[in-house]
C-alpha cells in the first residue's frame, strides 16, 4: 500500500473567499485552496453560477446581506462564521495560491512565532504580470480569534459596496511576512475593473476629505508597518496638486512600469484616470457641503453607476 504523500494532507486552515458574482474567477481560486481543511464562501446574493461552483468544489456556502451602517462583508465573517480551525486565510475571488505559496504556509502553520503574516501580490493584468505593482502587502493569514477589521466609520456610505475596500485587518499579535505571492487574475476584462473602480473613487472621496483635516503626524513606529506608512502617506497625499499627472508619474517611473512595456502604460493610465475620478467626486461632495451650509438643507446625495450591492 502506498503511503500517503504528507504534501497532500489537509492543513489546520480555514480559507474564507468573501464573493459576488466570480463565476470566471472562482473554479480557479478554489481548485488552488484544496489543501485547506475548510472553505468558507461569503455570497452576497450573487445572480450567476457563483454558490453552485463553490459547493461543487466543497465550500460552505453564507449568504450575506449588507445593512447600511452595520459590518460589511469581512467584518461580519470574523464575527459569525463557524471557525473550526485557529487560522484563517482570506482571499478574494480572483486570487489564487500557488504550490510555493502553500509550503511556506504549511510551514508557518507548524511552527511559527508570529499571530499573522501579510502576503504579496502579483498581479496579472491583461494576461501579464506586472512588476510595477509588487510589493502590495496584505494581513491576509492570521489567527482570527486575535484579529479584526480597521473601521474607517465609512459603512454607512452608499454606492461604495457591500465588502471593505481599503480597510485592512488588524492583528492584536506578531506578524511576519511571506516571500511567495498570491497571483491575482480576474479573468472578466476591463468592464468590471472599472465598475469596481467606480465604487472604490467613491469610498476614497469621502477618505480623501477627511484625511485633509486631520493633520499629517510622523511617527517612527508608522513607518515600519506598510499599512500605517501607506496611511501617513495618503495624509500627505490628499494635500498635492495635480494628482492625476503625478499618480501616472509615480506608476510609470516611479514604480517602473515603463518596464512592463504596453501594459505597464495601460495600467498607469488608468491609476491617472481613477486619480482623476476620485478628484471629480471630492469636488461634488465639496459642493454638496457648501450647499447644505448655505440653505441649511442637505441635497440630494449624487447617484453613482456603481451597484450599492
Not at 499573522?116 to 496584505?138: A, H, M, Q, V
Not at 484616470?273 to 450647499?291: C, D, H, P, Q
Request: with cysteine; aromatic share 12%.
Amino acid at each position: 500500500m502506498t503511503s500517503p504523500n504528507p504534501l497532500d494532507q489537509k492543513l489546520p486552515l480555514t480559507v474564507v473567499m468573501p464573493v459576488l458574482n466570480e463565476q470566471a474567477n472562482l473554479a480557479g481560486a478554489l481548485e488552488s485552496v484544496q489543501l485547506a481543511s475548510e472553505i468558507f464562501v461569503v455570497d452576497s446574493g450573487s445572480t450567476d453560477a457563483t454558490a453552485t461552483l463553490a459547493k461543487r468544489y466543497g465550500a460552505r456556502v453564507f449568504q450575506f446581506q449588507y445593512v447600511p451602517g452595520g459590518p460589511k462583508k469581512k467584518a461580519w465573517s470574523l464575527a459569525h462564521l463557524p471557525f473550526s480551525t485557529d487560522w484563517a486565510l482570506y482571499l478574494d475571488g480572483d486570487e489564487r495560491v500557488t504550490d510555493s505559496l502553500w509550503a511556506e504556509i504549511r510551514g508557518v502553520l507548524k511552527q511559527t512565532s508570529c499571530d499573522g503574516y501579510y502576503l504579496d501580490r502579483e498581479f496579472i493584468f491583461r494576461g501579464k504580470p506586472l512588476r510595477s505593482y509588487r510589493p502590495d502587502w496584505n494581513l491576509r493569514l492570521f489567527r482570527h480569534d486575535l484579529a479584526s477589521m480597521e473601521d474607517l466609520g465609512m459603512n454607512h456610505l452608499s454606492g461604495t459596496g457591500d465588502n471593505e475596500i481599503h480597510e485592512h485587518f488588524v492583528l492584536s499579535g506578531q506578524t511576519g511576512f511571506l516571500v511567495s505571492p498570491l497571483l491575482h487574475h480576474d479573468y472578466r476584462g476591463i468592464g468590471p475593473w472599472v465598475e469596481r473602480h467606480n465604487k472604490y473613487a467613491t469610498w476614497e472621496a469621502h477618505l480623501y476629505r477627511r484625511f485633509r483635516n486631520e493633520d499629517a503626524v510622523l511617527r517612527l513606529a508608522d513607518l515600519r508597518n506598510p499599512i500605517s506608512r501607506n496611511r501617513l502617506l495618503r495624509r500627505i497625499w490628499v494635500r498635492l496638486p495635480g494628482r492625476p499627472v503625478l499618480r501616472f508619474l509615480i506608476w510609470y517611473f516611479g514604480k517602473r512600469a515603463l518596464l512592463d512595456g504596453w501594459c505597464g502604460l495601460q495600467y498607469s493610465f488608468l491609476m491617472a484616470w481613477y486619480e482623476m475620478i476620485i478628484g471629480f467626486k471630492v469636488t461634488e461632495l465639496n459642493r454638496m457641503s457648501i450647499a447644505e451650509v448655505a440653505t441649511g438643507e442637505r441635497p440630494h446625495p449624487p447617484t453613482y453607476a456603481a451597484s450599492p450591492r
